[in-house]
């Protein structure tokens, strides 16, 4: 997983080079691979200096609490159909409810969890500017923590529209409920039976708080460069800055998981018989990869082109746009789904 | 098994500590944190009952076990929109008297 | 057949007047005041005319007509109504109260024209006239009782009219208090009844006096006689009776149509008419009615020799007032309670008359009230002197003008009453020699002889100053009230506006035809006042052993008129006729032919005479007996001792101390929230404690 | 067994929390101590079979509430409480109450518990949140509406509040 990070920082820094006509890492390693390597490396042989006048124990605690708390998001997440391994049938997933059978089965408030959980995360942020007794960081903090309780709302609300479709909270029966084509009037219309497609206000909705939840271009605000130095992460170093910048990215692909799960049929796709059976086992892993993917290299693909908004303009955002076309979406899907019914 | 009483011991002690705070803390809002924790001593009373009559159901159909698991999220609620207007007022509390001590903000008095 | 007469319009009406009056009225021109008076009033005798005429025997509607409008009290089992009853008696109560309190506030229009406080004048009578209605039109005691405390509130505000005048104030005080003693009385009457008929109800199946009925007579001095006496008493309180009678020459402090509205036309008859409306209880009890008789006599007898000396016009219409009242209760006595009520009515118009008469003439010379300065007015005002004549014939006795037919009733019927028998009857004969002596001594020497204003002989100022206080007193009241009058031309002796005399003469026919409706069977006549309260009074049960039936003999039953039954009468009448003229030969003899004969008798019998000036000195006696003893008492135990000793000191003592408390308690008020959640946190601990150990005991 | 072992854990920490939050003199820290309480509590939820009420418990109270007040906290800056004798009665009133209300209600758990069963994750769905909506929107509409009324005045009002006045 963190691997997964690493080289996510490593692609990103080649795409946003491509980007802006430039290389990139190059040095080290072909096509610098061993890049994140050596950054890790350097991370951890750095000093880890603590400033002084800080609040200690929050200012060990917060990072910790950021990185914690998005792996513990992501852990939930199922990227597979449930597999057999030598007689023992276990589901794709980190972690779950163990039961008898000693697998893994799925925990069936596992969105509820992922948003409890990345709402306990803003404490990492806050607490981190809080603690780091600096007015950069406390400004940042401040930001970002308003930045995401705002948007959680408007998160929250755009998947209430899935939740309506799919009828349940567990994740996995989400992405069961995906499975198929959509059948309009009796006949098959060979579209995959994704919600992205009755969901597409919901989609951006969510893709644009998941972005602003996770402090990304466009929504960088917390530790815009050009204002406050580096947000709330300002007088960290070496590891403990580590563990923030992994945060982040774990939480790039928590948002990148959720999305393909809940709009886009999560591990479903078309089925490729000619492949062998040890092929046609993993075929669903290789899809779910395929669209995180993807939504990543949206991610960086956005950074690289958005400019940054301004600190009121996003909240007006917020709250101005985002949370009233959330609740319109549902009321617009609940009237269907009750009408359907 | 749980005996229920440890539950409802758990949310007492809870609830006097919140009590305590409530009376022995001086920041207004770790008053207000007080608060939240009789809530939520509450609530745990609550959900105890609620599994509770689950398992023990009444002849008469007179309690339906989930309602305490409704009643604690309208708890919920309340709290929430008390949270919001008392820090509003907090803020304006400190806006005009520059401190959150309450035994600063005495003017409730003739 | 029952309709619907909302009776409760009549009393009402004159309400509103009062409001609008007493509220608005200081900002009304006069006029307006007397519009809106006058209106209510009038509108009120209208209602009442017209309801009597619907319910007239005849008309159908069965009598009493009762209207109950709501429940008023509820205590456990009793309950008293707010209700209206009209019958045969409260008929002619209502219609004597409304008729003649219009007529009165006519001439008050006149009267008052140069007075302050106008609209508050005709507010108080407004007021009057409601609870005088709400008295005789009450269908319970409880309800008459309000009315009964009423007038007592009107007549105490009206006789202190002249606030500004401690007489004035003194004098309503001393009617307030003297009637409150007669309250008193009918309060314990009235519990008694609640305490043994469980209702205060007139009428009814369960109404007192139907359950009454079913009582056998009381020949002791069980507690229906006790019951009648404490009715008596109140009785004798509010209609000026032998002992309670001494504020009624006080009350005439206030303006004269007070005096004779409220002094001499209504309220006084209140008694009067309690007792008749209770004749059933007091039928029962002839040790009571023994008792009323011999008070009406005594009554009688005493304020016509105190009449005799007194000089100020109106205390002498004050004291026949009184005598007057006491033949009332004479005939209560001897059960011919029609008989009172007749004369009752035909009382009214004549003293009415009179009263309104003597104002005219005080109107007249400007306020003077002493009879010894008047004379010769006979040419001066002729309306009045002719209007005035007519009463004095009247209220002598001589027939036929009013006053003989229902003096002669009563008196026949004392006559053969076993309460009264020849002696009683002797002395009200020899009263009514009295009446129409100084009746006629009033005539002679207000209207005859030469006019003696301002000529003031120290002789006589010399009497009149030894003479108590309110003597002097109710000569300055007018003089005082009519400050004004002199200095805009009223000095001279002059007649009274039309708008004061039309109700004289309109009263003058009234006392001149009044007895008519009550010619008793002897003379040809027969008697409709009699068969017209007869349903009423024989509503009482008829146990009432010989009373009863000699009541009969000279009332109802006076049907089969057997000849030495009637000479009998022709006798009685006789006897009456020729004593009232003796009384008026003597007063001609002393006060016209030789006026200094009076005081050759004074100075022969001085004492006798300065007795009866001083009233048998009853005011200094009652002084003395009642009112020092009192004073001393109230001043040395009640003021100094509870009052200032206990009361006081507890209400100060109550007053530190919770200061104290609250010095302490503000202890508590500190402002900071935490204190005030630390006592919710015991509060609530309290409550659960005492919960859980519900729980526990349960 | 197991469930009295995690119950006992989870409550030991629920009351060193709260004890914390009474103790420490920061708000910060008494703010993060009740998230910790909250946090043990909505396990201890998890404990007794209430899985949606454990996830709104973190997402409502963890995640907005306390947000919330930390936010404030920060935002007003708040230093750590100084010790003001503000008042005496809360101690010398308000102690004796919170010891009798402790003492009385222990004393009757204790005394009584033996009546009182026993709770566990009885039934499997018993928690589930479509119970939970049927009961909200089906016997409870009306008191939903109510407070969904109750916490839009409550927004109102705040934003009355946090107004500056000018």
Same mark, same amino acid.
């Given at each position: 997983?963190?691997?997964?990070?690493?080289?996510?920082?490593?692609?990103?820094?080649?795409?946003?080079?491509?980007?802006?006509?430039?290389?990139?890492?190059?040095?080290v390693?072909?096509?610098?691979?061993?890049?994140?390597?050596?950054?890790?490396?350097?991370?951890?042989?750095k000093?880890?200096?603590?400033?002084?006048?800080?609040?200690?124990?929050?200012?060990?605690?917060?990072?910790?609490?950021?990185?914690?708390?998005?792996?513990?998001?992501?852990?939930?997440?199922?990227?597979?159909?449930t597999?057999?391994?030598?007689?023992?049938?276990?589901?794709?997933?980190i972690?779950?409810?163990t039961?008898?059978?000693?697998?893994?089965s799925?925990?069936?408030?596992?969105?509820?969890?992922?948003?409890?959980?990345?709402?306990?995360?803003?404490?990492?942020?806050?607490?981190?500017?809080?603690?780091?007794?600096?007015?950069?960081?406390?400004?940042?903090?401040?930001?970002?923590?308003?930045?995401?309780?705002?948007?959680?709302?408007?998160?929250?609300?755009?998947?209430?529209?899935?939740?309506?479709?799919?009828?349940?909270?567990?994740?996995?029966?989400?992405?069961?409920?995906?499975?198929?084509?959509?059948?309009?009037?009796?006949?098959?219309?060979?579209?995959?039976?994704?919600?992205?497609?009755?969901?597409?206000?919901?989609?951006?909705?969510?893709?644009?708080?998941?972005?602003?939840?996770?402090?990304?271009?466009?929504?960088?605000?917390?530790?815009?460069?050009?204002?406050?130095?580096?947000?709330?992460h300002?007088?960290?170093?070496?590891?403990?800055?580590?563990?923030?910048?992994?945060?982040?990215?774990?939480?790039?692909?928590?948002?990148?998981?959720?999305?393909?799960?809940?709009?886009?049929?999560?591990?479903?796709?078309?089925?490729?018989?000619?492949?062998?059976?040890?092929?046609?086992?993993?075929?669903?892993?290789?899809?779910?990869?395929?669209?995180?993917?993807?939504?990543?290299?949206?991610?960086?693909?956005?950074?690289?082109?958005?400019p940054?908004?301004r600190?009121?303009?996003?909240?007006?955002?917020?709250?101005?746009?985002?949370?009233?076309?959330?609740?319109?979406?549902?009321?617009?899907?609940?009237?269907?789904?009750?009408?359907g019914? | 098994m749980?005996p229920?009483?440890?539950?409802?011991?758990?949310?007492?002690?809870?609830?006097?500590?919140?009590?305590?705070?409530?009376?022995?803390?001086?920041?207004?809002?770790?008053?207000?944190?007080?608060?939240e924790?009789?809530?939520?001593?509450?609530?745990?009373?609550?959900?105890?009952?609620?599994?509770?009559?689950?398992?023990?159901?009444?002849?008469?159909?007179?309690?339906?076990?989930?309602?305490?698991?409704?009643?604690?999220?309208?708890?919920?609620? #309340?709290?929430?929109?008390?949270?919001?207007?008392?820090?509003?007022?907090?803020?304006?509390?400190?806006?005009?008297?520059e401190t959150?001590?309450?035994?600063? #903000?005495?003017?409730?008095?003739? | 057949?029952?309709?619907?007469?909302?009776?409760?319009?009549?009393?009402?009406?004159?309400?509103?007047?009062?409001?609008?009056?007493?509220?608005?009225?200081?900002?009304?021109?006069?006029a307006?005041?007397s519009?809106?008076?006058?209106?209510?009033?009038?509108?009120?005798?209208?209602?009442?005319?017209?309801?009597?005429?619907?319910?007239?025997?005849?008309?159908?509607?069965?009598?009493?007509h009762?209207?109950?409008?709501?429940?008023?009290?509820?205590?456990?089992?009793?309950?008293?109504?707010?209700?209206?009853?009209?019958?045969?008696?409260?008929?002619?109560?209502?219609?004597?109260?409304?008729?003649?309190?219009?007529?009165?506030?006519?001439?008050?229009?006149?009267?008052?024209?140069?007075?302050?406080?106008?609209?508050?004048?005709?507010?108080?009578?407004?007021?009057?006239?409601?609870?005088?209605?709400?008295?005789?039109?009450?269908?319970?005691?409880?309800l008459?009782?309000?009315?009964?405390?009423?007038v007592?509130?009107?007549?105490?505000?009206?006789?202190?009219?002249?606030?500004?005048?401690?007489?004035?104030?003194?004098?309503?005080?001393?009617?307030?208090?003297?009637?409150?003693?007669?309250?008193?009385?009918?309060?314990?009457?009235?519990?008694?009844?609640?305490?043994?008929?469980?209702?205060?109800?007139?009428?009814?199946?369960?109404?007192?006096f139907?359950?009454?009925?079913?009582?056998?007579?009381?020949?002791?001095?069980?507690?229906?006689?006790?019951?009648a006496?404490?009715?008596?008493?109140?009785a004798?309180?509010?209609?000026?009776?032998?002992?309670?009678?001494?504020w009624?020459?006080?009350?005439?402090e206030?303006?004269?149509?007070?005096?004779?509205?409220?002094?001499?036309?209504?309220?006084?008859?209140?008694?009067?008419?309690?007792?008749?409306?209770?004749?059933?209880?007091?039928n029962?009890?002839?040790?009571?009615?023994?008792?009323?008789?011999i008070?009406?006599?005594?009554?009688a007898?005493?304020?016509?020799?105190?009449?005799?000396?007194?000089?100020?016009?109106?205390?002498?219409?004050?004291?026949s007032?009184v005598?007057?009242?006491?033949?009332?209760?004479?005939?209560?006595g001897?059960?011919?309670?029609?008989?009172?009520?007749?004369?009752?009515?035909?009382?009214?118009?004549?003293?009415?008359?009179?009263?309104?008469?003597?104002g005219s003439?005080?109107?007249?010379?400007?306020?003077e009230?002493?009879?010894?300065?008047?004379?010769g007015?006979?040419?001066?005002?002729?309306?009045?002197?002719?209007?005035?004549?007519i009463a004095?014939?009247?209220?002598?006795?001589?027939?036929?003008?009013?006053?003989?037919?229902?003096?002669?009733?009563?008196?026949?019927?004392?006559?053969?009453?076993?309460?009264?028998?020849?002696?009683?009857w002797?002395?009200?004969?020899?009263t009514?020699?009295?009446?129409?002596?100084?009746?006629?001594?009033?005539?002679?020497?207000?209207?005859?002889?030469?006019?003696?204003?301002?000529?003031?002989?120290?002789?006589?100022?010399? /009497?009149?100053?030894?003479?108590?206080?309110?003597?002097?007193?109710?000569a300055?009241?007018?003089?005082?009230?009519?400050?004004?009058d002199?200095?805009?031309?009223?000095?001279?002796? /002059?007649?009274?506006?039309?708008?004061?005399?039309?109700?004289?003469?309109?009263?003058?026919?009234?006392?001149?035809?009044?007895?008519?409706?009550?010619?008793p069977?002897?003379?040809?006549?027969?008697?409709?006042?009699?068969?017209?309260?007869?349903?009423?009074?024989?509503?009482?049960?008829?146990?009432?052993?010989?009373?009863?039936?000699?009541?009969?003999?000279?009332?109802?039953?006076?049907?089969?008129?057997?000849?030495?039954?009637?000479?009998?009468?022709?006798?009685?009448?006789?006897?009456?006729?020729?004593?009232?003229?003796?009384?008026?030969?003597?007063?001609?003899?002393?006060?016209?032919?030789?006026?200094?004969?009076?005081?050759?008798?004074?100075?022969?019998?001085?004492?006798?005479?300065?007795?009866?000036? /001083?009233?048998?000195?009853?005011?200094?006696?009652?002084?003395?007996i009642?009112?020092?003893?009192?004073?001393?008492?109230?001043?040395?135990?009640?003021?100094?001792?509870?009052?200032?000793?206990?009361?006081?000191?507890?209400?100060?003592?109550?007053?530190?101390?919770?200061?104290?408390?609250?010095?302490?308690?503000?202890?508590?008020?500190?402002?900071?929230?935490?204190?005030?959640?630390a006592?919710?946190?015991?509060?609530?601990?309290?409550?659960?404690?005492?919960?859980?150990?519900?729980?526990?005991?349960? | 067994?197991?469930?009295?072992?995690?119950?006992?854990?989870?409550?030991?920490?629920c009351?060193?929390?709260?004890?914390?939050?009474?103790?420490?003199?920061?708000?910060?820290?008494?703010?993060?101590?009740?998230?910790?309480?909250?946090?043990s509590l909505?396990?201890?939820?998890?404990?007794l079979?209430?899985e949606?009420?454990?996830?709104?418990?973190?997402i409502?109270y963890?995640?907005?509430?306390?947000?919330?007040?930390?936010?404030?906290?920060?935002?007003?800056?708040?230093?750590?409480?100084?010790?003001?004798?503000?008042?005496?009665?809360?101690?010398?009133?308000?102690?004796?109450?919170?010891?009798?209300?402790?003492?009385?209600?222990?004393?009757?758990?204790?005394?009584?518990?033996g009546?009182?069963?026993?709770?566990?994750?009885?039934?499997s769905?018993?928690?589930?949140?479509?119970?939970?909506?049927?009961?909200?929107?089906?016997?409870?509409?009306?008191p939903?509406?109510?407070?969904?009324?109750?916490?839009?005045?409550?927004?109102?009002?705040?934003?009355?509040?946090?107004?500056?006045?000018?």
């Open positions: 997983m963190l691997t997964g990070v690493a080289y996510t920082t490593w692609l990103e820094r080649k795409v946003i080079g491509r980007i802006q006509n430039r290389w990139g890492p190059t040095r390693g072909p096509f610098g691979l061993l890049q994140p390597l050596a950054d890790g490396v350097k991370f951890i042989l000093e880890d200096l603590l400033p002084d006048y800080v609040h200690k124990g929050l200012f060990i605690l917060a990072p910790m609490l950021a990185l914690v708390m998005s792996l513990i998001s992501i852990a939930v997440i199922p990227f597979g159909e597999i057999t391994i030598a007689g023992h049938t276990t589901a794709l997933q972690s779950g409810i039961h008898a059978g000693g697998g893994i799925d925990i069936n408030i596992g969105l509820l969890i992922i948003l409890g959980v990345t709402s306990i995360g803003v404490y990492g942020v806050a607490l981190a500017g809080w603690s780091s007794n600096s007015k950069y960081s406390l400004l940042g903090s401040l930001r970002a923590s308003a930045q995401m309780i705002s948007y959680e709302l408007a998160l929250g609300l755009s998947l209430v529209g899935i939740l309506l479709l799919s009828g349940t909270l567990s994740l996995r029966e989400i992405v069961f409920s995906q499975s198929g084509n959509w059948v309009l009037g009796g006949h098959d219309t060979h579209v995959p039976h994704w919600f992205i497609f009755p969901q597409i206000v919901g989609f951006f909705i969510y893709l644009l708080a998941a972005y602003a939840e996770t402090n990304r271009i466009p929504f960088d605000m917390p530790e815009a460069e050009t204002e406050l130095v580096a947000g709330y300002t007088e960290y170093s070496s590891m403990k800055f580590a563990m923030f910048f992994m945060a982040e990215y774990v939480n790039m692909f928590t948002v990148a998981c959720l999305a393909t799960l809940l709009f886009f049929g999560g591990w479903h796709g078309p089925h490729l018989g000619f492949l062998p059976p040890i092929g046609q086992a993993l075929l669903p892993v290789v899809y779910f990869a395929a669209k995180v993917f993807f939504f990543i290299f949206l991610y960086i693909w956005i950074r690289g082109t958005l940054r908004f600190y009121d303009q996003l909240m007006a955002f917020g709250w101005k746009f985002l949370l009233p076309l959330a609740i319109a979406n549902i009321i617009v899907t609940s009237l269907i789904v009750a009408w019914a | 749980v229920l009483s440890w539950y409802l011991i758990l949310s007492g002690i809870l609830f006097s500590l919140g009590v305590l705070g409530f009376l022995l803390k001086r920041n207004i809002i770790t008053i207000f944190m007080s608060i924790l009789m809530l939520n001593a509450v609530n745990l009373s609550f959900v105890a009952f609620a599994n509770y009559w689950n398992t023990h159901p009444v002849a008469d159909k007179s309690i339906v076990p989930l309602s305490g698991q409704v009643f604690v999220f309208f708890v919920m609620v #309340v709290a929430a929109a008390e949270a919001a207007v008392g820090l509003a007022i907090i803020i304006s509390v400190f806006r005009t008297r959150l001590n309450v035994d600063r #903000v005495n003017l409730l008095k003739l | 057949m029952t309709k619907n007469l909302n009776l409760w319009v009549i009393p009402l009406l004159p309400l509103i007047g009062a409001a609008i009056n007493g509220l608005l009225g200081r900002r009304f021109k006069n307006m005041v519009a809106v008076a006058l209106l209510f009033t009038a509108a009120s005798f209208g209602w009442a005319a017209w309801a009597v005429w619907s319910v007239w025997p005849g008309s159908g509607v069965a009598l009493p009762i209207e109950v409008l709501t429940t008023w009290i509820t205590a456990g089992t009793f309950s008293a109504p707010f209700g209206f009853q009209l019958d045969q008696l409260s008929m002619i109560m209502v219609l004597v109260v409304t008729g003649v309190g219009f007529l009165i506030h006519i001439y008050s229009v006149g009267y008052m024209a140069h007075e302050g406080g106008y609209y508050r004048f005709f507010a108080f009578l407004n007021l009057f006239m409601f609870f005088m209605l709400t008295l005789v039109l009450a269908n319970n005691y409880l008459m009782f309000v009315g009964w405390e009423g007592g509130l009107a007549s105490y505000l009206l006789i202190g009219f002249f606030f500004l005048k401690d007489s004035a104030a003194d004098a309503g005080k001393k009617a307030f208090i003297v009637n409150r003693i007669g309250d008193f009385a009918f309060l314990i009457g009235m519990f008694l009844l609640i305490q043994h008929f469980g209702t205060l109800t007139f009428a009814g199946d369960t109404g007192v139907a359950q009454v009925a079913k009582l056998p007579q009381d020949t002791g001095w069980g507690w229906i006689t006790i019951t006496l404490c009715l008596m008493f109140g004798t309180g509010k209609s000026a009776q032998v002992p309670l009678y001494v009624l020459p006080d009350a005439m206030g303006p004269t149509p007070v005096s004779a509205l409220i002094h001499a036309a209504t309220m006084v008859t209140a008694g009067i008419y309690m007792i008749a409306r209770s004749h059933a209880i007091f029962l009890a002839p040790h009571a009615l023994q008792i009323v008789a008070i009406g006599c005594i009554t007898i005493f304020a016509a020799t105190m009449g005799l000396a007194q000089t100020d016009i109106k205390r002498v219409l004050a004291y007032t005598s007057q009242l006491g033949y009332m209760f004479l005939a209560c001897v059960a011919a309670y029609s008989a009172g009520i007749f004369h009752l009515m035909t009382h009214a118009f004549f003293k009415a008359l009179l009263f309104l008469g003597a003439v005080i109107h007249a010379v400007g306020g009230q002493d009879m010894r300065r008047m004379g007015l006979r040419k001066l005002i002729p309306v009045t002197f002719w209007v005035v004549t004095t014939i009247a209220i002598a006795g001589i027939p036929p003008f009013a006053g003989f037919f229902s003096k002669d009733e009563i008196l026949g019927a004392v006559f053969h009453s076993p309460y009264g028998g020849p002696v009683i002797g002395i009200g004969v020899l009514a020699g009295l009446t129409s002596f100084y009746m006629f001594r009033l005539w002679f020497m207000t209207f005859f002889g030469e006019l003696k204003l301002g000529s003031v002989d120290l002789g006589e100022e010399a /009497h009149t100053a030894h003479a108590p206080a309110q003597a002097a007193h109710g300055a009241s007018h003089s005082h009230g009519h400050a004004d002199k200095s805009h031309g009223h000095g001279g002796v /002059h007649e009274s506006p039309w708008v004061m005399l039309g109700p004289l003469v309109i009263l003058a026919v009234l006392s001149f035809v009044g007895g008519w409706v009550g010619v069977q002897f003379m040809g006549g027969h008697n409709e006042v009699e068969h017209f309260l007869a349903p009423v009074m024989q509503s009482a049960p008829a146990v009432a052993g010989e009373a009863v039936s000699d009541k009969d003999a000279t009332t109802s039953h006076a049907g089969e008129a057997t000849p030495e039954n009637t000479r009998e009468e022709w006798l009685l009448a006789g006897t009456s006729i020729a004593a009232a003229l003796i009384g008026l030969l003597f007063a001609y003899l002393f006060y016209y032919k030789s006026p200094e004969l009076p005081d050759r008798i004074t100075s022969k019998m001085h004492g006798i005479y300065m007795m009866v000036l /001083h009233k048998y000195y009853v005011d200094e006696g009652y002084g003395a009642f009112v020092k003893p009192l004073l001393a008492l109230s001043t040395v135990v009640l003021w100094r001792g509870v009052d200032q000793g206990v009361i006081d000191r507890l209400v100060n003592g109550a007053g530190t101390a919770s200061q104290g408390v609250g010095n302490e308690l503000r202890q508590m008020q500190s402002g900071n929230i935490r204190s005030y959640a006592w919710v946190a015991l509060g609530g601990a309290a409550i659960v404690a005492y919960m859980i150990w519900l729980g526990v005991t349960r | 067994m197991v469930h009295q072992v995690l119950f006992i854990v989870f409550g030991l920490i009351v060193a929390g709260a004890i914390n939050l009474l103790v420490q003199r920061h708000p910060i820290s008494s703010a993060l101590s009740l998230v910790v309480v909250m946090a909505a396990l201890i939820y998890l404990l079979g209430a949606f009420v454990a996830a709104i418990q973190v409502v963890a995640g907005a509430i306390m947000v919330l007040f930390v936010f404030v906290i920060m935002l007003l800056n708040a230093g750590a409480e100084e010790r003001t004798r503000g008042s005496r009665m809360a101690l010398i009133v308000g102690v004796p109450g919170v010891i009798i209300l402790a003492g009385t209600v222990g004393w009757m758990l204790v005394s009584g518990s009546r009182l069963g026993t709770v566990s994750i009885s039934s769905n018993f928690g589930e949140t479509h119970n939970i909506a049927h009961l909200l929107f089906r016997d409870f509409l009306l939903f509406e109510i407070t969904s009324v109750l916490i839009l005045i409550a927004i109102m009002g705040a934003v009355v509040l946090g107004k500056r006045e000018n």
